[in-house]
Nanobody, 118 residues
Framework: VQLVESGGGLVQAGGSLRLSCAASGSGFSINYMGWYRQAPGKQRELVARISYDSTTNYADSVKGRFTISRDNAKNTMYLQMNSLKPEDTAVYYC?????????????WGQGTQVTVSS
C-alpha cells in the first residue's frame, strides 16, 4: 500500500489549506485513516482520524477549524484546514490502518510541510 500526500504549502495566519492523501495498491481494505503532524522538536501527534463509516475524531487544538473527510471509492482522504495559526506549522503525515485477510497493517505517507506565517 502506498500513501501519497499533497496540498501542503505556505499560508498566512487565518488562511486555509486542503491536504489530500491517496492510497494505492491491491488486496486491502482500509479500516481507518488519519492525519498526524510533527513540529520541530516535538513528538508526532494525532490531528484527526476518520473510520470507514466516517466516524471522526479531532485533536482539541483543531476542533472547529479542521475537517477530515474521505472518499472510500477513491481510497482518498482529505483534511480541510481553515483559520490556520502559526502553531499549526508542522510536517503533516497521512496514516492508514489496513486489513488484508485477518492481518492489520499500518502505513505512512512521506509527509507534507505546512507552514503558517504570522
Amino acid at each position: 500500500v502506498q500513501l501519497v500526500e499533497s496540498g501542503g504549502g505556505l499560508v498566512q495566519a487565518g488562511g486555509s489549506l486542503r491536504l489530500s492523501c491517496a492510497a494505492s495498491g491491491s488486496g486491502f481494505s482500509i479500516n481507518y485513516m488519519g492525519w498526524y503532524r510533527q513540529a520541530p522538536g516535538k513528538q508526532r501527534e494525532l490531528v484527526a482520524r476518520i473510520s470507514y463509516d466516517s466516524t471522526t475524531n479531532y485533536a482539541d487544538s483543531v476542533k472547529g477549524r479542521f475537517t477530515i473527510s474521505r472518499d472510500n471509492a477513491k481510497n482518498t482522504m482529505y483534511l480541510q484546514m481553515n483559520s490556520l495559526k502559526p502553531e499549526d506549522t508542522a510536517v503533516y503525515y497521512c496514516h492508514a490502518r489496513t486489513r488484508t485477510g485477518w492481518n492489520e497493517y499500518d502505513y505512512w505517507g512521506q509527509g507534507t510541510q505546512v507552514t503558517v506565517s504570522s
